[in-house]
């Protein structure tokens, strides 16, 4: 994709209108230091990253301990150690709360979230998650933002030029194109 970045660049495209981005950080750095594009970050998880994990570690700690104190409560002769049961749930809750808590906040520390970014640029999720599986995958991909002086298209062919693909015209054909071939 050097190929393609320094081709927008010769066309007029500004450094601060072109990113790209790839899960190779080595590579990553390597292609920001030949072309001079900064690479993009992933939208960072935040407080949402940890918020998920507290709220999954809740209903964790209650599904283990819910089932035991109805055990409880049903058999007759363990009906006494039911307030011991509560007292179970609570800190089911409370253990499940920090643990996920924890693991939000860790899963939040990964570089972002490039889903959500892609989003933010109006992608549909399905195209954004097929994009994802790309990164995943390998694969580098390039973010040309609009210019006054330039028009969208002349991106769009230079991308193709350089064996880009559209991944609206292989999402739902079992595996993307990328998948196959390589650019």
């Known amino acids: 994709m050097k190929v393609a970045l320094d081709a927008l660049l ?8 072109l990113g790209f981005t790839m899960l190779d950080v080595v590579a990553e750095n390597e292609l920001a230091a030949e072309t001079g594009v900064s690479p993009e970050e992933g939208a ?8 998920r994990g507290m709220g999954i570690g809740v209903l964790g700690g209650l599904a283990v301990t819910v089932p035991v104190w109805i055990i409880l409560l049903i058999i007759p002769t363990t009906r006494i150690y039911a307030d011991g049961g509560l007292l179970g749930m609570l800190f089911g809750v409370l253990g499940g709360a920090g643990m996920g808590g924890l693991f ?6 990964d570089g972002g979230d490039y889903v959500k970014l892609m989003r933010q640029f109006g992608m549909p999720a399905r195209v954004a998650e097929g994009y994802y599986q790309s990164l995943k995958d390998g694969h580098i991909l390039v973010f040309a933002r609009g ?6 298209d002349d991106a769009v062919k230079i991308f193709k030029n350089n064996g880009a693909l559209d991944m609206d015209s ?10 196959r071939t390589t650019h």
């Open 10 to 17: 010769d066309r007029g495209y500004h450094r601060d209108n």
């Open 104 to 109: 939000g906040a860790l899963a939040g520390t």
């Open 44 to 51: 960072p998880a935040g407080s949402s990253s940890v918020l």
């Open 170 to 179: 292989v999402i739902g054909s079992g595996r993307l194109n990328s998948q």
């Open 147 to 152: 210019q006054e002086d330039l028009k969208g």
